[in-house]
């Protein structure tokens, strides 16, 4: 179930680590003594996790991190740089700017701002906290269906926030938006290339053009999607979003999300690396674009793991950012698994398939009469699928939306609970088969 090799690989990349410090006074560090009791008590203990590393985990967004990074996390969990300071991390400072540069370089930037955080949440909150003062202090725009924490964090950033409707297909609406612009005064508007509940992706081309008219920042949040654009069997309209990913003036992704790391890295990028003023305003700009970047002064967190930037560069090197690499196939095959988990539900009869998806995940609902119905059939699959070893997620979905898939259904409530499916993994492709029977055989069952 997991994979061992990573145990044995470590052992002479430490001893060449080691062989770094060999001209100090030898040294003995303390060693690993009674660790079998605490890590066999712990490993009972993690037990009662989901299985996310099994193509039978296919509920929500959580995907096992590869083997390399891993590995290379443990590797540097032996320094524990701290990529605040140059102090605490020279070395991993130097592979997250590598890193971080193989980041923007898939979005077309050369010249550009950006380093690693802990998540999407506190990228997006820099991008944020950014365009308020690019844009002193004004509104913030983003879908219905974008990530909450866009007004959560301008409620924190204390930017007045707006939420322009999204289409049937769960994408923001630029007719819904150009009203807004017309009333309000805009700074920024969010636009989310891969959205949390469905994989949507707005459209970027139709914000560009109203950026024309009305001037406003763009920043787009791809912590899900961002990686997508290297993969070139997306539909028309997801692919014209990402093949303008460069006119934006900020961009998030999320390395933990589809990159394959560790919990922990999230990624904020700026096209314009005079942004950096408003991290430290006493620096000249062009200490902003030296080589000698400290990335202590252009990041809102201070203490963070080097480890997360030594995982990452490993991981690149690896599995290299590049259209029709290893990489780029994998994010294809869940692609195609979601294609044809879609497929399969368009053609069976009790099930309500909604919007084809964009990237890797699914939202559908149970056929039924009314909305009540469907909410309650949605749970009771979701747990007799768990029971069998298959776990997808539960979405709440407004009634709306759902009726305009199912007009005939009945019912007053405004929100129906429908399932959901991330298919993260490659391995998602070749389980689709038995992925399918499970959930046919416990549908036929109740
Ligand atoms: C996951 C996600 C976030 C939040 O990122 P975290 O890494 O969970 O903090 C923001 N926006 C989108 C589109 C996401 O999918």
Not at 204 to 219: C, D, E, I, K, T
Not at 225 to 237: C, E, F, N, P, R
Not at 369 to 389: N, P, Y
Not at 411 to 428: A, F, N, Q, W
């Amino acid at each position: 179930m997991y994979d061992e090799a990573t145990l044995d690989a470590l052992r002479g990349p430490l001893a060449t680590l080691a062989e770094g410090h060999a001209d100090l006074p030898a040294f003995q560090a303390r060693q690993g003594v009674d660790l079998a009791e605490p890590l066999q008590a712990l490993a009972e203990r993690l037990q009662d996790n989901y299985p996310y590393a099994h193509p039978f985990y296919a509920g929500q967004m959580l995907k096992p991190p590869a083997p390399i990074a891993r590995a290379a996390y443990s590797l540097a969990m032996y320094v524990n740089p701290n990529n605040h300071a140059l102090d605490g991390g020279r070395a991993t400072s130097a592979l997250e700017k590598e890193a971080v540069a193989e980041l923007a370089a898939m979005c077309g930037w050369g010249q550009h701002l950006g380093h690693l955080c802990s998540g999407g949440t506190v990228a997006n909150m820099e991008a944020l906290w950014v365009a308020g003062r690019e844009t002193g202090g004004a509104a913030i725009v983003a879908s219905e269906q974008a990530h909450y924490t866009h007004s959560r964090l301008s409620a924190v950033l204390q930017l007045p926030f707006f939420a322009v409707a999204s289409d049937r297909c769960g994408r923001l609406d630029p007719v819904a938006l150009e009203q807004l612009l017309q009333s309000e005064k805009i700074g920024t508007v969010v636009v989310t290339l891969g959205t949390t509940s469905s994989g949507a992706v707005d459209p970027l081309p139709a914000v560009l053009a109203l950026q024309q008219s009305y001037g406003f920042r763009v920043h787009v949040d791809a912590a899900y999607g961002g990686y997508y654009q290297l993969v070139d069997t997306l539909g028309a309209s997801a692919t014209a979003a990402f093949a303008a990913i460069d006119q934006a003036d900020s961009i998030v992704i999320d390395p933990h999300k589809h990159g394959l790391q560790p919990y922990g890295c999230g990624c904020v990028l700026f096209r314009d690396p005079a942004v950096g003023r408003h991290y430290r305003h006493e620096s000249p700009y062009t200490y902003f674009t030296s080589d000698e970047l400290h990335l202590g002064e252009i990041s809102l967190e201070c203490s963070r793991p080097g480890a997360a930037a030594a995982a990452l560069w490993a991981t690149q090197r690896q599995l290299p950012l590049q259209p029709g690499g290893e990489f780029s196939a994998g994010l294809a095959k869940s692609r195609a698994a979601a294609l044809a988990l879609y497929h399969r539900l368009q053609d069976s009869a009790n099930n309500i398939a909604l919007f084809e998806p964009e990237l890797d995940i699914v939202v559908w609902a149970p056929e039924a009469a009314s909305l009540a119905e469907v909410s309650r059939l949605s749970q009771r699959l979701f747990d007799g699928c768990a029971r069998a070893g298959l776990h997808l997620a539960l979405l709440s979905l407004p009634a709306e939306l759902l009726r305009e898939y199912s007009p005939e259904l009945t019912g007053s409530e405004s929100e129906v609970t429908c399932l959901r499916s991330c298919l993260m993994k490659p391995e998602h492709l070749e389980w689709l088969d038995r992925i399918w029977q499970c959930y046919s055989g416990v549908q036929q069952g109740l």
